[in-house]
């Protein structure tokens, strides 16, 4: 393990963003950023600027998802260029304001780091979403995280693959950070998974601050969840789902999900099996907002990812 | 208890209505109807029409809960007797069409038995939901569920109130049957709360059966939840929610609340207690669909209520 011992260092993290509301029906992280818009104390850090933000609040206001379009899905580069016109949804021109006081996405000037903050309605517990496999910084703060909960368990999902591209809210920043606790239906606050968020938000921000006080992180290892594929609902020749998640997958996410194993159900009494041929490990299983994705369940894979050495440039 | 057994004879139940959808985000009913509406031999029973039917549609295919109002709370006499415009509210034209068909309301020509199936986030199983203490059919055909379904819990909310008027969808029918499962989220199916409701469905539909062949049922009693009143959030100032469940209180439906329990958090720390003078027994804890109704929880007192002795009429 000497030889990745080489210093490996980053420039110092100082605006910090934590987005809420990206789905406006995911209730925990609006609660949260409203109030530290008015109570800011807790996330606050000496030397760092920490931004707690609600980035969709029309979809908040109506506590719906979206209004017109899923803004954790438009941050791409067709979207954030389009120029501005009367008729252009909601989401893709709010997402050209977000970029412009966060980002712009991939420029020295965007936000160094962003969580974003949401639920889901599947057993994933407080889960963090990493983009980048090569992150080391984030890679580090996962560590960090996962340690500070321990022996709690704090899932990685890594969503890094070759043909799906998400163009997340967070991807404006440098280091984009997802945070997804559940289980909680949507337009429910649970004070315990609101009790997980906070304290996933509590452990990330003193690892920055750590880091920018000159603490070194010796080389690390974690293990992460790979997307590998999504999973889609049996449906019917008219394309309603015709099958719906067996209750041996349900609230299993994480777990051995092996070849033969039960997946889904039919309303005549019919199991319909995994047909794949290999372990692997469903996540957003039975997500309410996936059905509409065509989305019953994500297949991952086991991965371990390591990370170098890392301290700050500056302290 | 020999003087109660005075003979009660009661018409048969010959037409009965299945409705689901009626807030089109609660999957349960909308699946099942869907289904039975295709495969309905599970439902039928021989001498009795079992119609299922899929109460708001557009609600359904837009899963949401409602288009402009509350479908489920509109079967009362002004809403049902105003004059079609074309401005009318989606929900308030539904109701007449169903009560043209179902009804008219209060009427002899209404359907005998109409059963509303819902999903609630709550944690509160499978509950049936009873409109009229006085309503002996109903009781009796309650008991039947309970025991059939008995070790496992089926608790009974009467919603029975000198000011709260629910004028509910199901309401149409001379014997009206709310039967409300979960916790389930809004948007998802869940295939244990999805069995719970099937069940139920057949146990009940066994009863009238019985009941039309002319089997005779002694007096009986059930424990009953009886709404005593509806509890909102606290709110600050601008009327916007300021403490949440307290995770003491959350999936404790039907459980005892005593003077002096945590019931509400805030986010800054405070548990707010529960301060009526005895001991109550919540239900609806935590239900999304009624944040927006000003109700965080419903509290409820036991009571027992007696049915006479029944017997067919005619069979």
Excluded at 76 to 99: F, G, H, P, W
Excluded at 106 to 128: K, Q, R, V
Excluded at 193 to 211: E, G, P, S, Y
Excluded at 288 to 309: D, I, P, R, S, W
Aim: net charge negative.
């Amino acid at each position: 393990m000497a030889s990745c011992h080489a210093d490996h260092e980053l420039a110092p993290v100082r605006r910090v963003a934590i987005f809420g509301g990206t789905h406006g029906n995911e209730l925990s992280g609006v609660m949260l950023v409203k109030y530290w818009l008015e109570n800011g104390a807790e996330i606050q850090r000496a030397g760092m600027e920490v931004r707690p933000f609600l980035t969709n609040p029309r979809a908040v206001q109506k506590c719906t998802r979206y209004i017109d379009c899923d803004l954790n899905r438009v941050f791409d580069t067709e979207n954030l260029s389009k120029q501005v016109t009367e008729d252009m949804l909601y989401e893709v021109r709010r997402a050209q304001e977000i970029n412009s006081i966060f980002g712009p996405k991939g420029s020295d000037d965007a936000y160094d780091l962003i969580f974003d903050l949401h639920n889901t309605t599947s057993n994933m517990g407080g889960t963090l979403i990493l983009e980048d496999s090569n992150d080391d910084f984030t890679i580090q703060m996962f560590h960090y995280i996962k340690l500070a909960l321990s022996p709690a368990s704090c899932p990685v999902l890594l969503i890094e693959h070759p043909n799906l591209k998400y163009a997340t809210t967070r991807s404006v920043g440098k280091h984009p950070v997802g945070i997804e606790v559940g289980p909680q239906p949507q337009g429910v606050i649970r004070a315990d998974i609101l009790d997980n968020m906070r304290r996933i938000i509590k452990h990330a921000l003193d690892f920055v601050q750590l880091f920018n006080w000159g603490k070194e992180f010796p080389p690390c290892s974690i293990e992460v969840h790979k997307i590998v594929e999504k999973i889609d609902y049996p449906r019917n020749e008219a394309g309603e789902i015709s099958a719906f998640i067996h209750h041996h997958l349900q609230d299993q996410d994480w777990q051995e999900l092996r070849p033969g194993d039960p997946v889904f159900f039919t309303l005549d009494g019919k199991a319909i099996v995994y047909e794949g041929d290999c372990t692997v490990y469903p996540t957003f299983v039975n997500e309410a907002a996936y059905y509409e994705k065509n989305q019953a369940f994500t297949k991952t894979m086991k991965v371990t990812l390591t990370a170098k050495h890392i301290r700050s440039s500056v302290h």
